[in-house]
């Protein structure tokens, strides 16, 4: 299977910070047949939060990126195609980063876990609770 991670669950991954992960969500992270992506819009909004020295944001993109490609994580670039299909989406969340990343699961035909409560609220097949 083919799952793509939000940008809050790339973290807890990378940090090992599991204790936000549920079993199941566990078990398909470490499952070596799946394949993981990282999208191009989660280093986008890392590296905003990262230049406006958020406190609760101490992280460096450069070197995030580096450990993703180095587990086999596989980089899913912003396409013209997802950028006009945020439109097409219900107004349920403003988020421009969590819009993109659910059209690109959708197009791209990939599963997104996730752990934000109003990305789950578009109650598509496509998208995972990582909390359930």
Aim: charged fraction near 20%; include cysteine.
């Amino acid at each position: 299977m083919k799952y793509l991670l939000d940008t809050h669950v790339l973290i807890w991954f990378l940090t090992q910070n599991c204790k936000q992960l549920s079993a199941q969500t566990l078990k398909i992270l470490n499952e070596p047949s799946n394949i993981l992506y990282f999208s191009t819009a989660s280093i986008w909004e890392m590296t905003i939060k990262a230049s406006l020295d958020k406190p609760n944001f101490q992280y460096d993109p450069k070197m995030i990126v580096d450990e993703l490609l180095n587990l086999g994580f596989i980089e899913m670039n912003i396409l013209l195609p997802h950028v006009l299909d945020v439109g097409n989406l219900p107004q349920i969340h403003r988020d421009p980063f969590d819009r993109l990343l659910l059209v690109q699961a959708k197009i791209e035909g990939v599963k997104l876990l996730t752990a934000d409560n109003h990305i789950v609220q578009y109650q598509q097949s496509y998208v995972i609770d990582v909390r359930c």
